[in-house]
Protein backbone atom coordinates (compact mmCIF):
# COMPACT_ATOMS: atom_id res chain seq x y z
CA UNK A 1 0.00 0.00 0.00
CA UNK A 2 2.88 2.12 0.72
CA UNK A 3 4.68 1.55 -2.41
CA UNK A 4 0.80 2.83 -4.43
CA UNK A 5 0.70 6.00 -2.32
CA UNK A 6 4.72 7.04 -3.24
CA UNK A 7 4.44 6.11 -6.70
CA UNK A 8 0.89 7.88 -6.92
CA UNK A 9 2.63 10.53 -5.30
CA UNK A 10 6.13 10.48 -7.68
CA UNK A 11 3.96 10.76 -10.40
CA UNK A 12 1.76 13.17 -9.23
CA UNK A 13 4.80 15.35 -8.93
CA UNK A 14 6.33 14.49 -12.57
CA UNK A 15 3.04 15.85 -13.77
CA UNK A 16 2.83 18.99 -12.08
CA UNK A 17 6.69 19.75 -12.95
CA UNK A 18 5.77 18.99 -16.80
CA UNK A 19 2.58 21.05 -16.36
CA UNK A 20 4.90 23.93 -15.26
CA UNK A 21 7.48 23.46 -17.77
CA UNK A 22 4.39 23.71 -20.71
CA UNK A 23 3.01 26.70 -18.51
CA UNK A 24 6.38 28.90 -18.51
CA UNK A 25 7.11 27.96 -22.61
CA UNK A 26 3.38 29.24 -23.87
CA UNK A 27 4.57 32.32 -21.05
CA UNK A 28 7.06 33.10 -23.15
CA UNK A 29 5.71 32.64 -26.72
CA UNK A 30 3.08 35.03 -25.25
CA UNK A 31 5.52 37.07 -24.06
CA UNK A 32 7.21 37.78 -27.17
CA UNK A 33 4.04 38.96 -28.93
CA UNK A 34 3.60 36.43 -31.28
CA UNK A 35 0.53 35.38 -33.48
CA UNK A 36 -1.80 37.01 -31.44
CA UNK A 37 -1.12 40.72 -31.95
CA UNK A 38 -1.00 39.98 -35.48
CA UNK A 39 -4.18 38.59 -35.86
CA UNK A 40 -5.58 40.98 -33.79
CA UNK A 41 -4.32 43.51 -36.71
CA UNK A 42 -6.12 41.43 -39.15
CA UNK A 43 -2.46 41.69 -40.73
CA UNK A 44 -2.09 45.04 -41.21
CA UNK A 45 1.19 46.20 -42.49
CA UNK A 46 3.48 49.45 -41.90
CA UNK A 47 2.16 52.23 -44.90
CA UNK A 48 -1.09 49.83 -46.12
CA UNK A 49 -3.38 53.09 -44.16
CA UNK A 50 -4.32 50.95 -41.40
CA UNK A 51 -3.96 52.84 -38.32
CA UNK A 52 -3.27 49.96 -36.30
CA UNK A 53 -4.16 51.62 -33.11
CA UNK A 54 -7.53 51.73 -33.48
CA UNK A 55 -7.43 47.75 -32.90
CA UNK A 56 -8.58 46.70 -29.70
CA UNK A 57 -5.87 44.85 -27.80
CA UNK A 58 -7.75 44.45 -25.01
CA UNK A 59 -7.76 40.51 -25.09
CA UNK A 60 -3.85 39.83 -25.00
CA UNK A 61 -3.82 42.57 -21.71
CA UNK A 62 -6.30 39.97 -20.34
CA UNK A 63 -3.62 37.00 -21.20
CA UNK A 64 -0.87 39.04 -19.82
CA UNK A 65 -3.05 39.67 -16.16
CA UNK A 66 -3.90 36.36 -16.58
CA UNK A 67 -0.55 35.71 -16.33
CA UNK A 68 0.37 37.58 -13.41
CA UNK A 69 -2.16 35.57 -11.20
CA UNK A 70 -1.18 32.37 -12.09
CA UNK A 71 2.50 33.36 -11.34
CA UNK A 72 1.90 34.81 -8.61
CA UNK A 73 0.10 32.16 -6.98
CA UNK A 74 2.68 29.60 -7.77
CA UNK A 75 5.36 32.00 -5.86
CA UNK A 76 3.10 32.02 -3.31
CA UNK A 77 2.96 28.38 -3.16
CA UNK A 78 6.93 28.26 -2.83
CA UNK A 79 7.30 31.46 -0.63
CA UNK A 80 10.59 30.30 1.24
CA UNK A 81 12.28 29.81 -1.66
CA UNK A 82 11.07 32.79 -3.54
CA UNK A 83 12.34 34.80 -0.15
CA UNK A 84 15.77 33.14 -0.05
CA UNK A 85 16.20 34.37 -3.88
CA UNK A 86 15.16 37.66 -2.97
CA UNK A 87 17.50 38.11 -0.64
CA UNK A 88 19.98 37.35 -2.49
CA UNK A 89 19.54 39.77 -5.06
CA UNK A 90 18.43 43.32 -3.03
CA UNK A 91 20.27 45.45 -5.48
CA UNK A 92 18.23 44.23 -8.18
CA UNK A 93 15.02 44.69 -5.60
CA UNK A 94 16.37 48.45 -5.16
CA UNK A 95 16.13 49.28 -8.25
CA UNK A 96 12.59 47.51 -8.94
CA UNK A 97 11.20 49.62 -6.21
CA UNK A 98 12.58 52.88 -8.02
CA UNK A 99 10.10 51.54 -10.86
CA UNK A 100 6.69 51.98 -8.68
CA UNK A 101 8.02 54.70 -6.60
CA UNK A 102 8.22 56.68 -9.18
CA UNK A 103 4.60 57.80 -9.29
CA UNK A 104 5.99 60.42 -7.18
CA UNK A 105 7.76 62.38 -8.86
CA UNK A 106 6.32 61.24 -12.50
CA UNK A 107 5.50 63.61 -15.54
CA UNK A 108 2.30 60.80 -16.37
CA UNK A 109 0.91 59.56 -12.76
CA UNK A 110 -1.85 57.16 -14.33
CA UNK A 111 0.92 55.81 -16.89
CA UNK A 112 3.12 55.05 -14.12
CA UNK A 113 0.82 53.59 -11.54
CA UNK A 114 -0.56 51.21 -14.56
CA UNK A 115 2.60 50.48 -15.97
CA UNK A 116 4.17 49.63 -12.80
CA UNK A 117 1.53 46.76 -11.99
CA UNK A 118 2.32 45.51 -15.28
CA UNK A 119 6.15 46.18 -14.78
CA UNK A 120 6.23 43.78 -11.47
CA UNK A 121 3.95 41.24 -13.09
CA UNK A 122 6.44 40.56 -15.66
CA UNK A 123 9.27 40.48 -13.12
CA UNK A 124 7.43 38.18 -11.06
CA UNK A 125 7.75 36.18 -13.92
CA UNK A 126 11.49 36.38 -14.58
CA UNK A 127 11.77 35.48 -11.17
CA UNK A 128 9.73 32.84 -10.73
CA UNK A 129 11.82 31.33 -13.58
CA UNK A 130 15.03 32.12 -11.90
CA UNK A 131 13.78 30.20 -8.90
CA UNK A 132 11.73 27.08 -10.28
CA UNK A 133 14.52 26.13 -12.82
CA UNK A 134 18.33 25.99 -13.59
CA UNK A 135 20.38 27.77 -15.63
CA UNK A 136 20.24 24.72 -17.51
CA UNK A 137 16.67 24.34 -17.43
CA UNK A 138 16.16 28.10 -18.33
CA UNK A 139 17.91 27.68 -21.73
CA UNK A 140 16.22 24.53 -22.96
CA UNK A 141 12.67 25.91 -22.13
CA UNK A 142 14.31 29.22 -23.83
CA UNK A 143 14.41 27.07 -26.99
CA UNK A 144 11.57 25.19 -26.94
CA UNK A 145 9.70 28.16 -27.07
CA UNK A 146 11.67 29.57 -29.96
CA UNK A 147 11.26 26.50 -31.44
CA UNK A 148 7.83 26.95 -31.40
CA UNK A 149 8.18 30.49 -32.54
CA UNK A 150 9.96 29.20 -35.47
CA UNK A 151 7.93 26.51 -36.70
CA UNK A 152 4.96 29.22 -36.84
CA UNK A 153 6.52 31.68 -38.57
CA UNK A 154 7.63 28.79 -41.28
CA UNK A 155 3.74 27.75 -41.31
CA UNK A 156 2.58 31.50 -41.50
CA UNK A 157 4.94 32.41 -44.19
CA UNK A 158 4.19 29.43 -45.97
CA UNK A 159 0.20 28.57 -45.93
CA UNK A 160 -0.56 31.85 -44.38
CA UNK A 161 0.64 34.69 -46.47
CA UNK A 162 -1.73 37.47 -45.98
CA UNK A 163 -0.28 37.63 -42.71
CA UNK A 164 3.45 35.78 -42.23
CA UNK A 165 3.98 38.06 -45.25
CA UNK A 166 4.05 42.07 -44.96
CA UNK A 167 2.43 44.44 -47.48
CA UNK A 168 3.10 48.43 -47.38
CA UNK A 169 6.73 49.80 -47.94
CA UNK A 170 7.76 46.49 -47.24
CA UNK A 171 6.02 44.66 -49.41
CA UNK A 172 6.70 40.63 -49.89
CA UNK A 173 9.13 40.98 -46.36
CA UNK A 174 8.53 38.10 -44.39
CA UNK A 175 7.46 38.58 -40.99
CA UNK A 176 5.90 35.54 -39.88
CA UNK A 177 4.28 35.37 -36.33
CA UNK A 178 5.18 39.18 -35.86
CA UNK A 179 3.52 42.73 -36.57
CA UNK A 180 6.97 43.77 -38.43
CA UNK A 181 9.61 41.68 -40.30
CA UNK A 182 12.06 43.47 -37.71
CA UNK A 183 10.69 41.81 -35.07
CA UNK A 184 10.45 38.51 -36.50
CA UNK A 185 14.70 39.50 -37.10
CA UNK A 186 15.43 40.54 -33.68
CA UNK A 187 14.03 37.89 -32.03
CA UNK A 188 15.64 35.66 -34.16
CA UNK A 189 18.85 36.58 -33.40
CA UNK A 190 18.26 35.32 -29.65
CA UNK A 191 16.83 31.95 -31.23
CA UNK A 192 19.81 31.50 -33.17
CA UNK A 193 22.11 32.32 -29.93
CA UNK A 194 19.94 29.91 -27.56
CA UNK A 195 19.99 27.05 -30.64
CA UNK A 196 23.92 28.00 -30.98
CA UNK A 197 24.36 27.16 -27.04
CA UNK A 198 22.87 24.17 -26.85
CA UNK A 199 25.08 22.69 -30.17
CA UNK A 200 27.81 23.05 -27.38
CA UNK A 201 26.07 21.30 -24.54
CA UNK A 202 27.74 17.60 -23.95
CA UNK A 203 25.33 14.77 -23.86
CA UNK A 204 22.51 16.83 -25.58
CA UNK A 205 20.70 15.39 -29.22
CA UNK A 206 22.29 17.46 -31.68
CA UNK A 207 19.77 17.85 -34.75
CA UNK A 208 17.00 19.84 -33.21
CA UNK A 209 19.32 22.23 -31.80
CA UNK A 210 20.74 22.37 -35.55
CA UNK A 211 17.69 22.64 -37.35
CA UNK A 212 17.17 25.34 -34.90
CA UNK A 213 20.40 27.24 -35.51
CA UNK A 214 19.57 26.81 -39.62
CA UNK A 215 15.58 28.44 -39.52
CA UNK A 216 16.66 31.54 -36.98
CA UNK A 217 19.73 32.17 -39.68
CA UNK A 218 17.56 31.60 -42.48
CA UNK A 219 14.80 34.20 -41.21
CA UNK A 220 17.18 36.54 -39.84
CA UNK A 221 18.31 36.59 -43.40
CA UNK A 222 14.64 36.50 -45.14
CA UNK A 223 13.26 39.26 -42.60
CA UNK A 224 15.70 41.66 -44.36
CA UNK A 225 16.48 43.44 -41.38
CA UNK A 226 19.93 44.84 -41.41
CA UNK A 227 19.74 45.47 -37.55
CA UNK A 228 19.38 41.38 -36.59
CA UNK A 229 21.99 40.39 -39.41
CA UNK A 230 24.52 42.51 -38.25
CA UNK A 231 23.27 41.59 -34.53
CA UNK A 232 23.11 38.22 -35.32
CA UNK A 233 26.81 37.92 -36.73
CA UNK A 234 28.43 40.17 -33.91
CA UNK A 235 26.59 37.42 -31.30
CA UNK A 236 27.51 34.83 -32.87
CA UNK A 237 31.15 35.86 -33.10
CA UNK A 238 30.82 36.46 -29.17
CA UNK A 239 29.85 33.00 -28.99
CA UNK A 240 32.51 30.88 -30.64
CA UNK A 241 35.20 33.29 -29.12
CA UNK A 242 33.92 32.74 -25.93
CA UNK A 243 33.81 29.21 -26.46
CA UNK A 244 37.37 29.08 -26.48
CA UNK A 245 38.61 32.19 -24.53
CA UNK A 246 37.06 30.56 -21.53
CA UNK A 247 38.86 27.59 -21.49
CA UNK A 248 42.27 29.01 -21.44
CA UNK A 249 44.21 29.18 -18.12
CA UNK A 250 44.03 31.68 -16.17
CA UNK A 251 46.82 33.55 -17.17
CA UNK A 252 46.42 33.69 -20.76
CA UNK A 253 42.78 34.82 -20.49
CA UNK A 254 43.69 37.72 -18.51
CA UNK A 255 45.99 38.52 -21.31
CA UNK A 256 43.24 37.64 -24.02
CA UNK A 257 40.26 39.65 -22.09
CA UNK A 258 42.93 42.98 -21.62
CA UNK A 259 43.48 42.78 -25.33
CA UNK A 260 39.82 42.65 -26.04
CA UNK A 261 39.11 45.28 -23.79
CA UNK A 262 41.96 47.37 -25.77
CA UNK A 263 40.40 46.25 -29.37
CA UNK A 264 37.12 47.12 -28.10
CA UNK A 265 38.10 51.34 -27.33
CA UNK A 266 40.23 51.20 -30.89
CA UNK A 267 36.79 50.25 -32.46
CA UNK A 268 34.84 53.09 -30.43
CA UNK A 269 37.95 55.72 -30.83
CA UNK A 270 37.91 55.00 -34.88
CA UNK A 271 34.46 54.61 -35.08
CA UNK A 272 34.00 57.15 -37.68
CA UNK A 273 36.52 55.96 -39.88
CA UNK A 274 35.31 52.00 -40.13
CA UNK A 275 31.41 52.78 -39.15
CA UNK A 276 30.87 54.31 -43.04
CA UNK A 277 31.62 50.97 -45.06
CA UNK A 278 30.90 48.86 -42.77
CA UNK A 279 27.22 50.59 -42.71
CA UNK A 280 27.22 50.81 -46.35
CA UNK A 281 27.38 46.69 -46.75
CA UNK A 282 23.63 47.00 -44.78
CA UNK A 283 22.66 50.21 -46.86
CA UNK A 284 22.59 52.36 -44.03
CA UNK A 285 24.21 55.42 -42.90
CA UNK A 286 25.99 57.31 -39.88
CA UNK A 287 22.77 58.61 -38.84
CA UNK A 288 21.32 54.76 -38.12
CA UNK A 289 18.57 55.94 -40.18
CA UNK A 290 17.50 58.42 -38.35
CA UNK A 291 18.29 57.93 -35.22
CA UNK A 292 21.39 59.94 -34.11
CA UNK A 293 18.57 62.83 -35.04
CA UNK A 294 16.34 61.97 -32.31
CA UNK A 295 19.17 61.90 -29.43
CA UNK A 296 20.21 65.07 -29.19
CA UNK A 297 16.33 66.21 -28.31
CA UNK A 298 16.16 63.47 -26.50
CA UNK A 299 19.44 64.88 -23.98
CA UNK A 300 18.04 67.83 -23.79
CA UNK A 301 14.67 66.30 -22.21
CA UNK A 302 16.96 64.45 -20.00
CA UNK A 303 18.65 67.48 -18.45
CA UNK A 304 15.38 68.95 -17.73
CA UNK A 305 15.37 66.14 -15.09
CA UNK A 306 18.47 64.88 -14.73
CA UNK A 307 18.12 62.90 -11.56
CA UNK A 308 14.80 61.17 -11.03
CA UNK A 309 13.62 61.35 -14.24
CA UNK A 310 9.68 61.54 -16.03
CA UNK A 311 8.90 58.62 -14.36
CA UNK A 312 8.50 55.06 -15.60
CA UNK A 313 6.50 55.15 -18.65
CA UNK A 314 5.87 58.99 -18.00
CA UNK A 315 7.66 60.65 -21.14
CA UNK A 316 6.68 58.81 -24.41
CA UNK A 317 2.86 60.06 -24.87
CA UNK A 318 2.73 61.29 -28.42
CA UNK A 319 1.88 65.15 -28.36
CA UNK A 320 -0.36 64.78 -25.16
CA UNK A 321 3.04 64.27 -22.60
CA UNK A 322 6.21 65.80 -22.52
CA UNK A 323 7.31 63.75 -25.77
CA UNK A 324 5.49 66.49 -27.32
CA UNK A 325 8.63 68.57 -27.17
CA UNK A 326 10.96 65.82 -28.83
CA UNK A 327 8.11 65.87 -31.88
CA UNK A 328 7.59 69.28 -32.14
CA UNK A 329 11.84 69.72 -32.86
CA UNK A 330 11.73 66.58 -35.37
CA UNK A 331 8.92 67.15 -36.61
CA UNK A 332 7.26 63.33 -36.87
CA UNK A 333 5.59 61.71 -34.23
CA UNK A 334 8.72 59.91 -32.19
CA UNK A 335 7.75 56.64 -30.67
CA UNK A 336 10.98 56.14 -28.41
CA UNK A 337 14.33 57.35 -27.87
CA UNK A 338 16.01 54.54 -30.33
CA UNK A 339 18.25 53.84 -27.55
CA UNK A 340 17.09 51.87 -24.18
CA UNK A 341 19.88 53.71 -22.40
CA UNK A 342 18.67 57.18 -23.13
CA UNK A 343 15.05 55.58 -22.45
CA UNK A 344 15.89 54.39 -18.86
CA UNK A 345 17.27 57.94 -17.68
CA UNK A 346 14.48 59.42 -19.23
CA UNK A 347 12.04 57.56 -17.34
CA UNK A 348 14.27 57.04 -13.52
CA UNK A 349 17.22 59.66 -14.41
CA UNK A 350 20.37 59.24 -12.94
CA UNK A 351 19.65 57.42 -10.08
CA UNK A 352 17.69 54.55 -11.48
CA UNK A 353 20.36 54.34 -14.22
CA UNK A 354 23.20 53.99 -11.94
CA UNK A 355 21.86 51.53 -9.90
CA UNK A 356 20.55 49.75 -12.99
CA UNK A 357 24.30 49.82 -14.63
CA UNK A 358 25.41 48.14 -11.25
CA UNK A 359 23.04 45.56 -11.40
CA UNK A 360 24.11 44.76 -14.45
CA UNK A 361 28.22 45.51 -14.47
CA UNK A 362 27.90 42.87 -10.79
CA UNK A 363 25.69 40.38 -13.24
CA UNK A 364 28.16 40.30 -15.87
CA UNK A 365 31.53 39.70 -13.26
CA UNK A 366 29.49 37.20 -11.55
CA UNK A 367 29.17 35.56 -14.81
CA UNK A 368 32.00 35.88 -16.22
CA UNK A 369 33.45 34.18 -12.75
CA UNK A 370 31.13 31.37 -13.10
CA UNK A 371 31.66 30.21 -16.45
CA UNK A 372 35.63 30.77 -16.27
CA UNK A 373 35.70 28.10 -13.13
CA UNK A 374 32.89 25.96 -14.62
CA UNK A 375 32.51 26.13 -18.59
CA UNK A 376 29.20 25.26 -19.99
CA UNK A 377 27.19 26.42 -22.00
CA UNK A 378 23.87 27.71 -19.67
CA UNK A 379 26.74 29.61 -18.14
CA UNK A 380 27.30 31.09 -21.01
CA UNK A 381 23.90 32.27 -22.14
CA UNK A 382 23.81 35.40 -19.28
CA UNK A 383 26.64 36.92 -20.95
CA UNK A 384 25.49 36.52 -24.04
CA UNK A 385 22.06 38.36 -22.83
CA UNK A 386 24.19 40.93 -21.52
CA UNK A 387 25.97 41.37 -24.23
CA UNK A 388 22.60 41.16 -26.84
CA UNK A 389 21.43 44.24 -24.01
CA UNK A 390 24.36 46.34 -24.92
CA UNK A 391 24.74 45.89 -28.61
CA UNK A 392 21.00 45.76 -29.23
CA UNK A 393 20.09 49.06 -27.10
CA UNK A 394 22.59 51.61 -28.82
CA UNK A 395 19.61 51.83 -31.48
CA UNK A 396 16.80 50.13 -29.97
CA UNK A 397 14.72 50.47 -26.69
CA UNK A 398 14.26 46.75 -24.90
CA UNK A 399 15.87 47.39 -21.35
CA UNK A 400 13.18 48.37 -19.56
CA UNK A 401 9.97 47.78 -20.68
CA UNK A 402 6.52 46.04 -19.28
CA UNK A 403 5.83 42.67 -20.87
CA UNK A 404 8.69 42.45 -22.61
CA UNK A 405 9.95 39.11 -23.61
CA UNK A 406 13.21 40.48 -23.36
CA UNK A 407 13.53 41.80 -19.35
CA UNK A 408 12.45 38.32 -18.48
CA UNK A 409 15.44 36.69 -19.66
CA UNK A 410 17.15 39.60 -18.09
CA UNK A 411 15.26 39.65 -15.21
CA UNK A 412 16.27 35.93 -14.75
CA UNK A 413 19.17 35.79 -15.57
CA UNK A 414 20.36 38.33 -13.20
CA UNK A 415 18.55 36.92 -10.28
CA UNK A 416 19.90 33.50 -11.14
CA UNK A 417 23.80 34.19 -11.67
CA UNK A 418 23.39 36.40 -8.35
CA UNK A 419 22.38 33.37 -6.20
CA UNK A 420 24.54 30.80 -8.33
CA UNK A 421 27.50 32.95 -7.70
CA UNK A 422 26.62 33.19 -4.19
CA UNK A 423 26.25 29.28 -3.64
CA UNK A 424 29.48 29.13 -4.87
CA UNK A 425 31.57 31.51 -2.71
CA UNK A 426 29.89 29.42 0.22
CA UNK A 427 31.24 26.68 -0.10
CA UNK A 428 35.79 27.43 0.21
CA UNK A 429 35.86 23.97 -0.57
CA UNK A 430 34.87 23.89 -4.04
CA UNK A 431 35.82 27.56 -4.26
CA UNK A 432 39.21 27.01 -3.76
CA UNK A 433 38.87 23.77 -6.13
CA UNK A 434 37.70 25.66 -8.89
CA UNK A 435 40.37 28.19 -8.55
CA UNK A 436 42.90 25.93 -8.47
CA UNK A 437 41.87 24.32 -11.96
CA UNK A 438 41.99 27.68 -13.23
CA UNK A 439 46.14 28.49 -13.00
Not at 4 to 32: D, G, H, P, W
Not at 61 to 76: A, E, K, P, R, T
Not at 81 to 87: A, D, R, T
Request: net charge positive; with cysteine.
Amino acid sequence: MLKVSQYISNNALLLLSKAEQIFTVASLVLYTNAVIPLLIIQGASEGDGVDITTFDFSILNLLFVLNYLVVFSLLFLRWQKVLHFISQNLLFLGFMLIVPLSFAWSAAPDRTLTGSIGMIGTTMFGLYIASRFTLKEQLKLVAWAFGIVVVLSILFIVALPQYGIMGGVHAGAPRGVFTHKNGLGKFMVLSLMAFLLLVTSPGSKKLIPWLGIAASAGLIIASASAGALLNGVMLTVIVLLSSQVFRLRLPFFVSVFLLSILLALSVIVWFTEIATPVLDLFERDLTLTGRTDIWPAVIQKIQERPWLGYGFSGFWHGTQGESADVIRTLRWRVPDSHNGFLDLALQLGLVGSVVFALVIWLTLIKSVALVKMRFCPEYLWPVVLLSYAFIVNFSESTLLAQNSFFWILLSSAVISVSTEFKNLISQPEELAKQIKGLA
